[in-house]
């Protein structure tokens, strides 16, 4: 059984492809088409994830998404009779439905030399999330939870996953959402783009939770481990708050309403400094997602008693509230897939459907989040020998090195050296998160490194915290909490004792957003980190995504271009060294 999971017409859009209970291929539509966080039809990932399964749209059985217009649908009548919202949102929210053509016709016009015969199946919202999440995850029991802005009418979704079953208990209907709680008051502290989330979340740690009776006017909980919303403070539910895509690129209007500017004070501009109090906004807004995160998870384990829980939706993004789970709860294992927004729904679509046609979970944990494309030697070879024009001009040399430890080793090398390295290997990551294979290298012991990568590549906002990419086996040693993060998904305490050591990817409270690798999962990426270990008795990298204010890269023509932008130093392609000279990389 061949099955086809998307996620489209939405943000992130994105499609996969599992045979037989196997993921075989996974990516986002914004990697294809150079647009962060692409709307749309996801039809460049479907023609990857055919390419990689080798096979046609005709060999196709099922095609599941992740949205079912006739969920909920009681509440949806009810609402509309009882709150009357305004005739501009009813009819915006009509218009939008019908941009979404048939999956069908879609396949069709994109592929139009192929014949799709199978079925269309349509997977509610947040079905789709936690099946993203406990059926690919390790357990066999386990709290499930769905929390997001919105998706069918719902914005959380929550119950318990035994075997290959999830029975949903609770949801959070329209317009109640702690998505749109965040993502409101991320638009009040001058973070107005689709997913300024998580700068909220770097900026949090500057300041102090005092804005919190606020907050708790703003957000409520419920005995069941809900929330309800004071809907004084919001747009959403009787406005027509604009969600459109403009050529691929999502974006979304104005969330709060003015009564949110008299209870917390003018909203800040862009274009404005960030002062004390924005800096204790976000700390407010942090603290109060997760006291809300928190209640509705104590809550289920009152009621389950499992150890376990997994968690999917947009929210499932907040790795500060991940990384204190296991202190604010009693739970003492967790799961998060790599791509757990509206991206993973694609793989929750096709899981949720594999489930019920065959009563059967994934044919193995996702332990890994490797399923975009690779690019062979002689790709990577044909993409140096069109830009050598470009490379003697940069005063690069192109050096083959055919031996992965020697390659390891001199990448280690100039990492230590403080050079800053543009790493290309193997598939590339699903979900945001750069891991290994599409990621910008850089010495973590380095107090300036932050300094030096915004000023070379990133120019992003210097509150903004790096990452760590750590040795699994090395991470008790390092970090507060001992556990596999593979994902990026979780932020610890880095212990007392080595944040001097490793000043690059130590935020402001001692805290680091890790990455835990395993050999099995890259053993390239794997050997390398023991390198740098070898040389320098320090068991990570800095890894940041491979991009430059753009989607992470993702063909090696991609990489050559914002290595040859930046001023990077190094760049490993496959098993080719580029090396900058060295006046070049002064400069």
């Given at each position: 059984?061949?099955?086809?999971?998307?996620?489209?017409?939405?943000?992130?859009?994105?499609?996969?492809?599992?045979?037989?209970?196997?993921?075989?291929?996974?990516?986002?539509?914004?990697?294809?088409?150079?647009?962060?966080?692409?709307?749309?039809?996801?039809?460049?990932?479907?023609?990857?994830?055919?390419?990689?399964?080798?096979?046609?749209?005709?060999?196709?059985?099922?095609?599941?998404?992740?949205?079912?217009?006739?969920?909920?649908?009681?509440?949806?009548?009810?609402?509309?009779?009882?709150?009357?919202?305004?005739?501009?949102?009813?009819?915006?929210?009509?218009?939008?439905?019908?941009?979404?053509?048939?999956?069908?016709?879609?396949?069709?016009?994109a592929f139009p030399n192929q014949r799709f015969g199978g079925?269309?199946?349509?997977?509610?919202?947040?079905?789709?999330?936690?099946?993203?999440?406990?059926?690919?995850?390790?357990?066999?029991?386990?709290?499930?939870?769905?929390?997001?802005?919105?998706?069918?009418?719902?914005?959380?979704?929550?119950?318990?996953?035994?075997?290959?079953?999830?029975?949903?208990?609770?949801?959070?209907?329209?317009?109640?959402?702690?998505?749109?709680?965040?993502?409101?008051?991320?638009?009040?502290?001058?973070?107005?783009?689709?997913?300024?989330?998580?700068?909220?979340?770097?900026?949090?740690?500057?300041?102090?939770?005092?804005?919190?009776?606020?907050?708790?006017?703003?957000?409520?909980?419920?005995?069941?481990?809900?929330?309800?919303?004071?809907?004084?403070?919001?747009?959403?539910?009787?406005?027509?708050?604009?969600?459109?895509?403009v050529g691929g690129e999502p974006k979304v209007g104005t969330?709060?309403?003015?009564?949110?500017?008299?209870?917390?004070?003018?909203?800040?501009?862009?274009?404005?400094p960030l002062e004390a109090r924005h800096h204790d906004l976000?700390?407010?807004?942090?603290?109060?997602?997760?006291?809300?995160?928190?209640?509705?998870?104590?809550?289920?384990?009152?009621?389950?008693?499992?150890?376990?829980?997994?968690?999917?939706?947009?929210?499932?993004?907040?790795?500060?509230?991940?990384?204190?789970?296991?202190?604010?709860?009693?739970?003492?294992?967790?799961?998060?897939?790599?791509?757990?927004?509206?991206?993973?729904?694609?793989?929750?679509?096709?899981?949720?459907?594999?489930?019920?046609?065959?009563?059967?979970?994934?044919?193995?944990?996702?332990?890994?989040?490797?399923?975009?494309?690779?690019?062979?030697?002689?790709?990577?070879?044909?993409?140096?020998?069109?830009?050598?024009?470009?490379?003697?001009?940069?005063?690069?040399?192109?050096?083959?090195?055919?031996?992965?430890?020697?390659?390891?080793?001199?990448?280690?090398?100039?990492?230590?050296?403080?050079?800053?390295?543009?790493?290309?290997?193997?598939?590339?990551?699903?979900?945001?998160?750069?891991?290994?294979?599409?990621?910008?290298?850089?010495?973590?012991?380095?107090?300036?490194?932050?300094?030096?990568?915004?000023?070379?590549?990133?120019?992003?906002?210097?509150?903004?915290?790096?990452?760590?990419?750590?040795?699994?086996?090395?991470?008790?040693?390092?970090?507060?909490?001992?556990?596999?993060?593979?994902?990026?998904?979780?932020?610890?305490?880095?212990?007392?004792?080595?944040?001097?050591?490793?000043?690059?990817?130590?935020?402001?409270?001692?805290?680091?957003?890790?990455?835990?690798?395993?050999?099995?999962?890259?053993?390239?990426?794997?050997?390398?980190?023991?390198?740098?270990?070898?040389?320098?008795?320090?068991?990570?990298?800095?890894?940041?995504?491979?991009?430059?204010?753009?989607?992470?890269?993702?063909?090696?023509?991609?990489?050559?271009?914002?290595?040859?932008?930046?001023?990077?130093?190094?760049?490993?392609?496959?098993?080719?060294?580029?090396?900058?000279?060295?006046?070049?990389?002064?400069?």
């Amino acid at each position: 059984m061949i099955i086809l999971g998307l996620n489209a017409y939405h943000a992130d859009s994105a499609a996969c492809l599992v045979r037989d209970g196997e993921l075989i291929a996974a990516a986002e539509e914004e990697r294809f088409r150079r647009i962060k966080h692409w709307a749309g039809f996801p039809s460049e990932a479907i023609r990857y994830c055919l390419e990689e399964a080798g096979i046609g749209l005709g060999a196709v059985d099922h095609v599941a998404i992740n949205r079912d217009p006739k969920a909920n649908f009681w509440p949806k009548i009810r609402y509309t009779l009882t709150k009357r919202p305004s005739p501009a949102l009813v009819l915006a929210r009509l218009r939008n439905r019908a941009r979404w053509g048939g999956v069908a016709e879609e396949l069709a016009s994109a592929f139009p030399n192929q014949r799709f015969g199978g079925a269309v199946h349509e997977i509610e919202h947040h079905l789709a999330h936690l099946a993203s999440a406990f059926l690919v995850s390790p357990f066999e029991e386990a709290a499930v939870v769905s929390v997001d802005g919105f998706g069918d009418f719902s914005s959380a979704a929550w119950g318990i996953g035994r075997g290959a079953e999830i029975a949903v208990e609770g949801r959070v209907l329209f317009p109640h959402s702690l998505g749109i709680f965040y993502q409101a008051l991320t638009q009040h502290l001058g973070f107005p783009k689709y997913g300024d989330e998580y700068k909220v979340m770097g900026l949090a740690p500057y300041g102090a939770p005092t804005m919190m009776d606020s907050m708790r006017r703003i957000v409520r909980l419920e005995e069941d481990g809900g929330f309800r919303l004071d809907l004084r403070y919001f747009r959403h539910h009787a406005e027509n708050v604009a969600y459109e895509w403009v050529g691929g690129e999502p974006k979304v209007g104005t969330l709060f309403a003015p009564a949110l500017e008299d209870l917390l004070g003018p909203a800040r501009r862009p274009d404005e400094p960030l002062e004390a109090r924005h800096h204790d906004l976000a700390r407010s807004i942090q603290a109060m997602f997760e006291e809300a995160v928190f209640h509705l998870y104590r809550t289920l384990h009152a009621r389950h008693g499992t150890d376990a829980i997994v968690i999917a939706g947009g929210c499932a993004f907040n790795s500060v509230a991940n990384g204190r789970l296991y202190a604010a709860t009693p739970f003492k294992r967790s799961y998060i897939q790599s791509a757990a927004g509206d991206a993973g729904g694609a793989i929750g679509a096709a899981y949720a459907l594999w489930q019920r046609e065959t009563g059967k979970r994934a044919a193995a944990p996702m332990t890994h989040a490797y399923w975009g494309p690779a690019f062979d030697a002689a790709a990577i070879r044909a993409t140096l020998d069109a830009g050598r024009t470009e490379l003697e001009a940069a005063g690069c040399t192109v050096e083959e090195i055919a031996d992965e430890d020697m390659l390891c080793r001199r990448t280690a090398e100039a990492i230590a050296a403080g050079k800053v390295i543009g790493w290309f290997q193997g598939r590339m990551e699903w979900g945001p998160r750069a891991l290994g294979n599409r990621s910008i290298l850089a010495d973590p012991r380095r107090a300036d490194m932050r300094d030096i990568l915004n000023l070379k590549i990133k120019r992003r906002e210097s509150f903004r915290p790096f990452a760590p990419s750590i040795l699994r086996e090395a991470t008790a040693t390092w970090f507060e909490t001992d556990d596999s993060v593979p994902f990026m998904m979780k932020v610890f305490q880095v212990r007392e004792e080595q944040r001097d050591r490793i000043p690059a990817v130590t935020h402001v409270d001692g805290s680091g957003r890790l990455q835990t690798v395993e050999r099995a999962a890259n053993p390239r990426y794997h050997r390398l980190i023991e390198c740098f270990a070898e040389q320098t008795g320090v068991p990570m990298v800095l890894n940041t995504s491979f991009n430059e204010n753009e989607p992470v890269v993702c063909r090696p023509e991609e990489a050559l271009a914002c290595f040859l932008r930046t001023n990077m130093d190094v760049l490993v392609l496959g098993d080719y060294f580029v090396a900058r000279a060295e006046e070049a990389t002064d400069s």
